[in-house]
Nanobody, 123 residues
Framework: QVQLVESGGGLVQAGDSLRLSCAAS????????MGWFRQAPGKEREFVAA????????YYAESVKGRFTISRNNAEKTVYLQMNSLKPEDTAVYHC????????????????WGQGTQVIVSS
């Protein structure tokens, strides 16, 4: 089993920045993609960003492209999401995901996910 624990969420104002972290523990794999999804109240869960094992490949949702940056530290089994120029529409619970396949934009492609960290952006 793999455990994912997110941190770094909080309440910020529009235009501020936050950095989310997700630490993986437990069973390890030779390589795995990691990513972030989010779910706002009353809305469907949506893909945010993903990164390959090497870190050379990243993919972002159009809504966050240019504002969010995903990165990872394999030695520490951690993935990060730097969120700049936050908007009220970024308010959601952010979930970290891990999958043995490559980068994917659908939740079902990932094998493990965390409980999430709340991000609230006030206008």
């Amino acid at each position: 089993q793999v455990q994912l624990v997110e941190s770094g969420g909080g309440l910020v104002q529009a235009g501020d920045s936050l950095r989310l972290s997700c630490a993986a523990s437990g069973r390890t794999f030779s390589s795995y993609a990691m990513g972030w999804f989010r779910q706002a109240p009353g809305k469907e869960r949506e893909f945010v960003a993903a990164i390959s094992w090497s870190g050379r490949s990243t993919y972002y949702a159009e809504s966050v492209k240019g504002r969010f940056t995903i990165s990872r530290n394999n030695a520490e089994k951690t993935v990060y999401l730097q969120m700049n120029s936050l908007k009220p529409e970024d308010t959601a619970v952010y979930h970290c995901v891990l999958g043995q396949g490559g980068i994917a934009t659908v939740w079902a492609a990932y094998d493990y996910w965390g409980q999430g960290t709340q991000v609230i952006v006030s206008s």
